[in-house]
């Protein structure tokens, strides 16, 4: 069995509707499915059982699990960006991380876990997914610095050299619509557009940067699960890796790359950053792609214009889920 804790969720629930596509359907689904509405990304999906997170993690301490387990691909966790609850992201995010690696380690399951660009903070100490550079990382929001934590955990005590962590980017893509406000912004933007015929972004704060045009490296779903599931299928690989486009494009890039995919004329709004969001926003991030590469991912991946006219066109716009097509 391949276990997908998140399962339900936005990466989570691409990577079974993929592992489906490549014919497997001995798929557990860990999640804990709450008041949103991320079940529905389940309902076209194939797999064989369904365990809430915590029944899991005490079946799995406990010896209770009565199926071979080939792999734990871990997705859960509270990924808000300005979750201000501490205790909840280490108890969610770290501790629960840890006890799920341990366990791994110790009855030989391929571990392969969910990190992220945000324990990159302000981008000053670059972008490189060198194993020891997490030491040195100063993440700017808390749910950054609960997937450091375990990082830097995992480096210290030698788990890196057997498990994968993957420092995914700007994810965007089909799924994603239970995300509320931490859905990406072609999510909000298509309802923008559809329903006001414009775009609203922040204006930039920084002096480096005109409006509009802060930078951030969008990588489409569909090439996060197929980076993702390249460590399925090689085991011998290990350590923190970069999962993003490998090229940073502005705001301006993505709104415009939606209105073509809709139809319509580009039409930008720029709006002040809220005071919450101005000493914890990035103005850039890229993705260093090189360690991946060298790994032996070469599949091409998806332009950001690409990506966003397959999700716009082919799901937005038909109200579809990965698996419904």
Request: with cysteine.
């Given at each position: 069995m391949i276990v997908v804790t998140g399962g339900a969720g936005f990466i989570g629930s691409a990577l079974v509707w993929?592992?489906?596509?490549?014919?497997?359907?001995?798929?557990i689904i860990v999640d804990r499915l709450g008041n949103d509405e991320k079940w529905k990304n389940l309902v076209p999906l194939s797999y064989a059982d369904y365990f809430d997170k915590i029944e899991f993690i005490e079946k799995l301490i406990n010896d209770e699990i009565d199926f071979e387990i080939e792999a734990i691909i871990h997705m859960g966790a509270n990924s808000d960006t300005t979750e201000k609850n501490a205790d909840h992201l280490m108890e969610n995010n770290y501790k629960y991380t840890q006890a799920l690696a341990k366990q791994c380690l110790e009855k030989n399951i391929r571990f392969i876990y969910a990190s992220s660009a945000a324990t990159y903070g302000d981008g000053l100490l670059g972008?490189?997914?060198?194993?020891?550079?997490?030491?040195?990382?100063?993440?700017?929001?808390?749910?950054?610095?609960?997937?450091?934590?375990?990082?830097?955990?995992?480096?210290?005590?030698?788990?890196?050299?057997?498990?994968?962590?993957?420092?995914?980017f700007n994810?965007?893509?089909?799924?994603?619509?239970?995300?509320?406000?931490?859905?990406?912004?072609?999510?909000?933007?298509?309802?923008?557009?559809?329903?006001?015929?414009?775009?609203?972004?922040?204006?930039?704060?920084?002096?480096?940067?005109?409006?509009?045009?802060?930078?951030?490296?969008?990588v489409y779903v569909k090439d996060a699960v197929e980076m993702t599931l390249f460590?399925?299928?090689?085991?011998d690989k290990n350590g923190l890796y970069n999962v993003g486009s490998g090229k940073a494009r502005t705001w301006k890039d993505l709104v415009t790359a939606l209105f073509h995919a809709v139809g319509k004329p580009v039409n930008i709004e720029f709006i002040d950053m809220p005071e919450h969001l101005a000493e914890k926003y990035q103005y850039f991030t890229e993705a260093n792609l090189e360690k991946i590469k060298k790994a032996g991912y070469l599949n091409p991946l998806y332009t950001l214009e690409e990506g966003v006219t397959d999700y716009v066109q082919n799901y937005l716009m038909k109200r579809k889920l990965l698996g419904e097509e």
């Open positions: 993929r592992l489906n596509q490549l014919g497997k359907n001995n798929i972008f490189d997914d060198a194993d020891k550079n997490c030491l040195k990382l100063h993440p700017l929001n808390m749910y950054g610095y609960s997937k450091n934590i375990f990082d830097s955990y995992a480096y210290k005590n030698g788990m890196l050299n057997n498990i994968v962590g993957i420092k995914y994810v965007y893509g089909p799924n994603e619509s239970h995300k509320g406000d931490m859905r990406s912004v072609v999510h909000k933007a298509f309802e923008q557009v559809r329903d006001y015929g414009k775009v609203k972004l922040f204006k930039s704060l920084h002096p480096n940067y005109k409006d509009g045009e802060q930078m951030r490296d969008f460590f399925l299928e090689h085991k």
